[in-house]
């Protein structure tokens, strides 16, 4: 087994707080700038900054479920997820350059929802784009990590499956 060496650990660490930070200070800006509801053009009505509290998942899944199933479904089991990933990550980061980047943006933004899911008890979620074709729920930063890790993720276990095999004698 190889082990990740320190300057690897240091930057994936960093890419995480990086990214939980960002997510962080901006969620904390919109909640003291932006009233809920208020819709803010930045560029007509193709970009726009709101403020909306989502106490589900993605596109406010799970809002409605009863408190008991709310708690394990959008609270524990994202938690394990992320403790999961994490010492998946710390073990592996060896494995490459997109793996190492993928894995500190994915858990940077998933920490940042879960994180305020637990305290806050609503996920603070502000960026809406619509291009006419392209058009988004609203969203915040730390979706934005998740979604670019993950297909950094899916970048890099697709090259690992296409790589081509050494033969041995």
């Not at 690897?8 to 995480?16: D, E």
């Not at 297909?151 to 499956?161: G, R, V």
Request: hydrophobic share 55%; net charge positive; proline share 2%.
């Amino acid at each position: 087994m190889l082990i990740p060496s320190k300057f690897n650990i240091l930057v994936f660490l960093a890419l995480v707080i990086l990214n939980l930070g960002c997510d962080q200070i901006s969620k904390s800006k919109i909640r003291k700038t932006v009233n809920q509801g208020e819709v803010i053009e930045i560029i007509g009505s193709h970009f726009i900054v709101t403020n909306a509290e989502n106490t589900g998942a993605f596109l406010g899944l799970g809002s409605e479920l009863p408190k008991f199933l709310h708690i394990i479904l959008l609270k524990i089991v994202p938690t394990a997820a992320i403790l999961f990933m994490f010492m998946m990550a710390v073990t592996q980061l060896h494995s490459g350059i997109l793996f190492m980047l993928g894995m500190g943006f994915a858990l940077g933004g998933g920490i940042g929802n879960i994180y305020d899911r637990i305290i806050l008890g609503s996920v603070t979620d502000f960026l809406f784009i619509d291009l006419g074709i392209f058009k988004t729920g609203i969203f915040n930063l730390a979706d934005v990590s998740v979604m670019i890790g993950l297909i950094m993720l899916l970048i890099h276990f697709i090259n690992i499956k296409h790589k081509p095999k050494l033969i041995e004698n």
